[in-house]
C-alpha cells in the first residue's frame, strides 16, 4: 500500500502538469508558478514547451523526457529526486500520461516512495464529453485506436457489445478510415467528431457516423470522438417453470398426440424435434 498527504511531507515530489490544450489561457495561476518554482521541467518535447515558458516568462530549465528515451531519462529523474530535486512533468498538451508519456515515470516514483501530485487543467477528452450532447457517464476513454486496420477493427469489435460512451482521439489523416470502421462494427451511431478544441479554428460536430463522413475530408487538426454506447441486447430466449416432459405431457392432456405435442413443443421452445424427443423419452 502506498499512502501519501502531499501537503503533509517532505519529500520529493514529481509534479505532473496540465498545459493548454490550444488555448494559452487555459494555463492555470498554479501551473505557472509550479513550473517556475521546480528545479527543472522534463517535457514531451522542448521545442513546443520553450514557447510556453517564453510566454509565461518561465526561465526554468527544461530536459527531454519522450517515448524514445525513457530508459536514460527515467533513472535520471529518479536519482535527482532522491538528490532532492522538485521536478515538473509536461507533454506538449494535456495531462502527461494521458495519450502521452509519463505514466512509466510515474510509477518508478510511487515505486521509490516519494510524491506524485497532480496539477490540474485542460483536458480534451473532457471537454469533448461535455460539449457532445452524448450521455456523459458512464463513459470509456479509450484513447488512440491501433493504426493497423485489421488490428483497429478487432479493438473496435471488442468495444462494440459496451453500452457507455466511448472516447477515442484520432489523427486527421486516419479520421475517415476509422469512421467506415466504426460504421461497419458500431453501426450508425450518434457521434460528436470534435477538432482543434480551444483553438480558433475549433469545430464540434454532431450527427450519425454516416452524417459526419459526408463532411470529414476537409476536416483537420487534433480531433476527439465521442461515440453513443451500444443499446443493450434484448434476449428472445424464453424461461419456461417446467421441463421439456412436462411440457410435452401438457400438450398430450390438451388432446394432442404425442407427435404432435413433441413438434409443437420444439416450436415454442425454439428446439429441435430430435432434442425434444430424446429429452422427453430420456434417450
Known sequence: MNRQKSFENQLPTL?????????????????????????????????NTIKLLNHFEISTKLVSHHEHNLSIAIPKIIQDLKDGCQIALVSDAGYPAISDPG?????????EGMNVVPISGANACLDALVVS???????????????????????????????????FYEAPHRIKKTLKLMLD?????????????TKKHEEINRGTIAEILDVVDDMKGEMVLVVEGGQEEISDEITFNQTIEEHVEEYIQMGMTTKDAIKEVAKVRKLSKNQVYNEYHKK
Do not use: H, W
Open 185 to 197: 462494427v458500431f453501426g450508425n451511431r450518434n457521434i460528436a467528431l470534435c477538432r482543434e478544441l
Open 103 to 111: 505514466y512509466e515515470l510515474v510509477k518508478e516514483v510511487i515505486k
Open 133 to 167: 450532447g452524448i450521455a456523459p457517464q458512464p463513459f470509456t476513454f479509450y484513447g488512440f485506436l491501433d493504426r493497423n486496420d485489421k488490428k483497429k477493427k478487432k479493438e473496435l469489435e471488442n468495444l462494440k457489445n459496451k453500452q457507455e460512451t466511448i472516447i
Open 15 to 47: 509534479y505532473i502538469v496540465a498545459t493548454p490544450i490550444g488555448n494559452l489561457s487555459e494555463m492555470t495561476y498554479r501551473a505557472v508558478e509550479i513550473l517556475k518554482s521546480v528545479d527543472y521541467i522534463a517535457a514531451e518535447d522542448t521545442r
